[in-house]
């Protein structure tokens, strides 16, 4: 799996490059309210199983190069469902049709109160003439771990048992997103 994560960055990072110095086809960043809306697949570390997460964030270009917003997300694990809310800040590297991006979100996600979140991402944003763009990112994401309880019934002593271990849901994601 780390090689696939490799050879995907680096698939991403050679357009990027290739690109930055080209200034012939120069796009607008718009400038005022714009949307984003981004699916991922996620990757957890601990265990290696996968889930999902679908996400918006809402804000303002701050700079012709910066956005920032707040978002609210659903990122489903195969054990339960997570909420975290972010503010996000979103740089964009140049003004051509294809543009190398970075991301962050910092936040909480909520499972009996409220725990850390941060996330970080690169990738390639793919602009049209109008207000609207593609994104595909390599992300990752730190959620704080917490303590989970698992009940048993031992049918031959007639009892419950209760266990608590640590749950890690720190994942690696491919996002693919778009915004307008």
Known sequence: MKKALFALAAFLAVPALALAQNTKDNVRIPSGYQAHIEYSNVFFLKDGETGMSISTTHGFFYTDKMHVGLGLGLMV?????????????????????????????????????AKPYADAALGLRFASDRDFAFSVLLAGSFFAPFKVEDWTYDHTTDRSYVTYFDRNLSNLSLRVGIEW
């Open 77 to 113: 694990s195969p054990e339960e469902t997570y909420v975290p809310v972010f503010t996000s800040a979103k740089y964009v590297f140049n003004h051509s049709r294809i543009a190398p991006t970075a991301q962050m979100r910092l936040g909480s996600f909520f499972h009996e109160g």
